[in-house]
Every structure is written in C-alpha cells, then in structure tokens.
C-alpha cells in the first residue's frame, strides 16, 4: 500500500486548496457572491431555491448573534436560512446556539486522496453516463432525501446539476442494468491540478452490490492517471460512506459545518 506522510501543516494546506475550490466554484455559480464581516454571502436571483447558491458563508470567528443577524440581513427574502462555516473552533462555538434555536446541523468531512486502495476491485463496469441519465439519478436522490421538496425547487435544483457539471466539464461515471437504466453514480471534475469525486449514488434497489467502491475506485484511478496532487471527496461525517472512502485511500484534512433553517414548507 503506498501511503503519504502529511504534517499538520500539509493536511492544512490541503484544507486550504480544497475550500478554495470550493468557493471558487460557488463564485462561478451563483449570480453574486460579495464578502461581509466574517465571510461571505452569495446569493443566486436566477436559483433562489437552491441552498448551495444562497448562503452565508463563515471563514472567520464569530458569533451566534452576529451570523444570525448576518443571515437575516442578506439571506433575506428566501424561505430558509443557510449558513455554512469553515472555521472549526469556530463551528464547535455556534453548534450548540444553533442547535437550541431548532437548527439543522450538518458536519462534512473533507478528505484527500492519500494512500493506494486496501484492495482491487473490478471497474470494467463502469460507464459514462450521459446528462439525462446522471439527472433521473439525482431526482432520485433528491425525492429520497428531501421528500416535502416543491415542484420550483425541484427544477432548480436539476438547473443546478446541469451548471455545475458544465461548469467543472465533469465525467458522469456510472452503472447501469441491462436496460441502459442508470442504477449508480459518481462524478468526476478535474480542474488544473485538483481532481474531485463527488455526488456517489446508487438506488436503493441496486445497494450492497458494491457499486459505490467500484465507482469511486474508478474515480481515483482516472485522477491519478491524470496526475493529479490532489484529489478529495467530502461526505458526511456521521454516515458509513466516509469509511468506505477510506478504504480507497482517502483521509480526513478537516471539517466544515452548516446550520440551515427552513422558514416554511416551499423546499
């Protein structure tokens, strides 16, 4: 197995790669993105239902009062609250607040691409998928998770797929079953010299076949062959799949957490 030796200080500026693209991406995305106090807030007229492009962003300390008045003033209009903080110490401070005020609150973790896999799988089964397929995917996906989600917000969020795709000029890498219907996925983007594998999926229907190691095996296997330094993924870090990505090389380089507040029932 080869592994990499990271220092603190390179697991840090991993961290610090990774949230840039990050941002980088919103900024493209989103229809504007300006920096308030102690971040940034981006806000999308074209796609107000989509949480990811309406949201105030945390880089620096601060408080539970100051990100709630924040979020009031420039999240204003929309019928929720998205607040997602990069700062750990920071995220460890407001948790609690957030938590008592009846937020909901997400923890990701992201993860670098740092050793070989702890084993070999076949891939020979994984397939481009195009627009279309990787879309009746992630309707499934969407209506699996957010089930009380409106018909608007549903077509935006679809709008959102398509633009950040196009964006990142991704590979849709996937399986599908005899029929060309799509049954998993995994996105791939590689931008200069960072690669990201995002979005992994299977329907419920084709789950604990294995599908998601051999995806993101895959994945891994094209960014390294495309010389990538770095490649990360992140996922939730109070679900299984981050083990999964650990036993294809992936390790933690740091956390980001976001607080969200539905005002009404629209999404």
């Known amino acids: 197995m080869t592994r990499v030796a990271w220092s603190p200080g390179d697991k840090a500026a991993l961290r610090v790669t990774v949230l840039e693209e990050l941002r980088r991406t919103l900024g493209s995305l989103t229809d504007e993105m300006q920096p308030i106090g102690p971040g940034w807030v981006a806000r999308s007229q074209s796609l107000p239902l989509v949480w990811s492009l309406n949201q105030l962003r945390i880089t620096e300390p601060t408080t539970f009062a100051a990100a709630l008045a924040l979020a009031d003033e420039h999240l204003a209009g929309l019928p929720y609250r998205h607040i997602l903080v990069e700062n750990e110490s920071t995220a460890t401070l407001l948790e609690g607040p957030f938590r008592a005020a009846g937020w909901t609150v997400d923890c990701e973790v992201l993860m670098a691409l740092a050793e070989s896999p702890d084993k070999d799988v076949d891939t020979s089964s994984v397939v481009e998928l195009s627009e279309e397929q990787m879309l009746v995917l992630m309707r499934r996906w969407i209506a699996e998770e957010r089930l009380d989600i409106s018909a608007a917000g549903f077509v935006q969020v679809e709008e959102y797929n398509r633009r950040e795709g196009r964006l990142w000029k991704e590979r849709r890498l996937g399986i599908v079953d005899g029929d060309n219907s799509p049954m998993a996925i995994t996105k791939l983007r590689v931008d200069r010299a960072t690669a990201w594998v995002e979005d992994v999926y299977a329907v419920p229907e084709a789950r604990r076949r294995g599908y998601a190691r051999v995806l993101v095996s895959h994945a891994t296997a094209l960014a390294r062959s495309a010389g990538c330094p770095l490649t990360f993924i992140i996922a ?32």
């Open 236 to 267: 939730d870090d109070n679900d299984w799949p981050k083990d999964l990505y650990a036993r294809v090389g992936f390790r933690p380089i740091g956390r980001t957490t976001t607080f969200h507040w539905n005002l009404s029932s629209v999404v």
